[in-house]
């Protein structure tokens, strides 16, 4: 038999995904879509009507499209369970804080939005530092410690 069929007792055993992992990777996933989708909507109309200043129109949509590269690639690396992934994913979660305030502050259907931002935001930074979250990812505590439940 090799390696890979009978494996020797110190190797490492892989431990399932956790669902709070999956969990902050699909609401990582969905920001990005969304930012995808508000991005296109602002290009085509940019392209198609009859805005102001078509040249912002078009940058503002492009901009968009490129923002959703960070929650994209983070939820595809905390599905991959990468390590690095956990940044860019608190990194979005805490720019989306600010957005949503300001959604909630607007005197139109944006208060919604601005509503649901907030949720997907929150839960997504609780899922992010919950320590199932941080083991999962290889993530050590202060001075690189691990630190064994007793």
């Keep these: 038999m090799s390696r890979e069929q009978n494996p020797t007792p110190d190797a490492p055993l892989v431990e399932p995904r956790p ?16 930012l995808v989708a508000g991005g296109v909507y602002i ?15 078009v940058t503002g949509g492009v901009t968009l499209i490129v923002l959703a590269l960070l929650p994209l690639l983070a939820a595809r690396g905390l599905l991959l369970r990468r390590g690095w992934s956990r940044g860019p994913a608190v ?11 300001n959604l909630l502050r607007a005197d139109s259907v944006a208060i919604p939005a601005g509503i649901v931002l907030a949720v997907v935001a929150v839960a997504a930074l609780v899922l992010l530092v919950n ?20």
């Design 91 to 101: 990194i979005t979660q805490v720019m989306a804080l600010p957005v949503a305030y």
């Design 43 to 57: 290009l085509v109309l940019g392209l198609t009507g009859d805005p102001d200043d078509r040249q912002q129109a």
């Design 19 to 34: 669902g709070r992992l999956t969990a902050a990777a699909a609401l990582a996933a969905l920001e990005g879509l969304a």
């Design 131 to 150: 320590p199932a979250t941080t083991r999962a990812l290889g993530i050590r505590g202060p001075g690189g410690d691990v630190q064994e439940e007793k």
